[in-house]
């Protein structure tokens, strides 16, 4: 089936073809996210905030160095940084709505119960890519990232509680001698600053692997700097539901004997793990034999 043959339809058959892509616009419904997605998401998105908290305590610095006043620096950067932060949302909302927009007037509104493998986004974005054909193709790996996939353990936690609280301490000491009248607001951005640092540092240390093979995708959890796989998970997905919001940027994966949520707002090469997360639902190949200690034999 290439990608030609998977064009959009404004209508999806009563008995959809289960290894066929179907396309929707992703209106009219809210995807339920698990708490643990929800707490991912938002992990991933505080990443934004604390690049505008970053540029705020650069820009402040630098005006205090220049000999500016407390109250000039602050006020200058505010309007700065909220007017660089007004523009990128505002061009992100119009390149969304402009994209929304055109998808409505061509696809069915959202994936229906019987629909097997849905994509919520443009066909076109698979131009260059491989056909979705019922293929053998090489094992894909891909760096999970943190906020990709449920982490747990005592070690990876402790670390977080660790690194999160040392780097608050020592924000806070730099802002009580520096930046001591800005002490109360910049209390809550050592939090965020913190917490993210912390999470990087955890999927830094404890590392997370996605494997794809046919029809298989196995989640590799690392032990500390991945020296050896402590943990190994293995979902099917010959016949699992398989639901990707590339606008949105996340895969749901309803599995025989689970659901399995994945944050793609991270991944860099999301589009691709995408199109290969499709062909291995699709491909009815036998994977190649693979060790559960290492990436690739």
Not at 43 to 62: D, F, P, Q
């Amino acid at each position: 089936m290439s990608h030609t043959d998977a064009r959009p339809s404004t209508t999806v058959p009563l008995t959809p073809d289960p290894n066929r892509i179907y396309y929707f616009c992703g209106l009219r419904k809210k995807t339920e996210f698990s708490f643990n997605m929800a707490q991912r998401r938002g992990l991933a998105s505080s990443v934004e905030g604390c690049v505008r908290v970053i540029a705020c305590l650069v820009l402040i610095g630098v005006l205090r160095l220049l000999g500016f006043s407390i109250v000039v620096s602050l006020i200058a950067t505010v309007i700065v940084v909220s007017l660089v932060s007004g523009i990128f949302y505002l061009v992100r909302w119009i390149r969304e709505y402009r994209l929304v927009t055109r998808l409505a007037a061509e696809l069915p509104p959202y994936p229906e119960e019987l629909t097997r493998l849905a994509c919520i986004g443009e066909p076109q974005i698979w131009m260059g890519a491989p056909p979705f054909e019922d293929v053998p193709f090489e094992p894909t790996i891909v760096r999970g990232g943190f906020g990709v996939w449920p982490t747990a353990g005592w070690a990876a936690t402790a670390t977080v509680v660790i690194f999160g609280c040392l780097l608050f301490v020592a924000l806070m000491i730099l802002v009580r001698f520096r930046f001591a009248q800005l002490l109360p607001g910049i209390t809550i951005a050592c939090i965020t600053i913190s917490i993210v640092a912390a999470q990087a540092t955890r999927a830094f240390l404890w590392p997370i692997y996605l494997r794809l093979v046919p029809g298989r995708l196995d989640v590799m959890h690392f032990s500390a700097f991945g020296r050896k796989v402590k943990k190994l998970e293995r979902v099917p997905l010959r016949d699992a539901k398989i639901l990707v919001n590339l606008i949105d940027r996340y895969a749901i994966i309803d599995a025989a004997d689970k659901r399995h949520e994945l944050s793609l707002l991270l991944m860099p090469e999301f589009k691709s793990f995408a199109h290969t997360l499709f062909l291995a639902a699709i491909s009815t190949y036998t994977p190649p034999p693979l060790p559960d200690d290492h990436l690739l034999g």
